[in-house]
Each structure stands twice: as structure tokens, then as C-alpha cells.
């Protein structure tokens, strides 16, 4: 079992930056891939970042490439989202899940632990 726990969102104006982590507890965080989606009312969640086991591999969502970073720190047991140049379109409700395998995808159906997730609002 892992368990995860979000914080960092909160309510900034637009062009301006957060940072999310996601604080893991229980075993093996190092082994696991780790991910970044996000929920706005009445949409589907989506895919926002992942990066692999190691850190060295990742990916992010299109919509926020040049804007958002995602990082980790193993030792730490925790995974980061840095949001820069925050949009009114990035307010949504952001979920940290891990996933029981050292690649990352951008799938959500192949993340197995979920974070409660944390509120961001951007406003304009």
C-alpha cells in the first residue's frame, strides 16, 4: 500500500507560479513511476506529468510543456510539480498517483495509488 498526500495548490492570479509535491508513505516509492492529473468540474481527469523511477525520464501533457516541471526526490519520498505562467484554463483539482512500475505513462487507468488531491484555482 502507498499513500499519497498533495499540497501546495491554493488560489494565485494569472502568470503567476506554484509548486505542488506529493508526499509518499509505505514501500517501495523509489521502485514506483509517479504521476500529475488534473480534474476540472465536469471534465474528465487528465493527464498533466509523470516521470519515471529514477527521475530521468519524463513527460508532460502538451498544454502545459514549457510552463510546468516535474521532479522527484527519492530520498525524500516525494514527487514535485513546479507551474509557472499559471493559465485561468489550469484551475482544476491536481491528483499525485503512483503507478507499480518503474516507467511512466500518461494512461490514468495505469496508476494504481491516488492522492486526495489538492485545489488549484487560477485566476484571470
Known amino acids: 500500500q502507498v499513500w499519497l498526500v498533495e499540497s501546495g495548490g491554493g488560489l494565485v492570479q494569472a502568470g503567476g507560479s506554484l509548486r505542488l509535491s506529493c508526499a509518499a508513505s509505505?514501500?517501495?516509492?523509489?521502485?514506483?513511476?509517479m504521476g500529475w492529473f488534473r480534474q476540472a468540474p465536469g471534465k474528465e481527469r487528465e493527464f498533466v506529468a509523470a516521470i519515471s523511477w529514477s527521475g530521468g525520464r519524463f513527460g508532460l501533457a502538451e498544454s502545459v510543456k514549457g510552463r510546468f516541471t516535474i521532479s522527484r526526490d527519492n530520498t525524500k519520498n516525494t514527487q514535485y510539480l513546479q507551474m509557472n505562467s499559471l493559465k485561468p484554463e489550469d484551475t482544476a483539482v491536481y491528483y499525485c498517483?503512483?503507478?507499480?512500475?518503474?516507467?511512466?505513462?500518461?494512461?490514468?487507468?495505469?496508476?494504481?495509488?491516488w492522492g486526495q488531491g489538492t485545489q488549484v484555482t487560477v485566476s484571470s
Open positions: 509505505g514501500r517501495a516509492f523509489s521502485n514506483y513511476a
Open positions: 498517483a503512483a503507478r507499480t512500475s518503474p516507467a511512466y505513462t500518461s494512461d490514468v487507468s495505469s496508476y494504481n495509488y
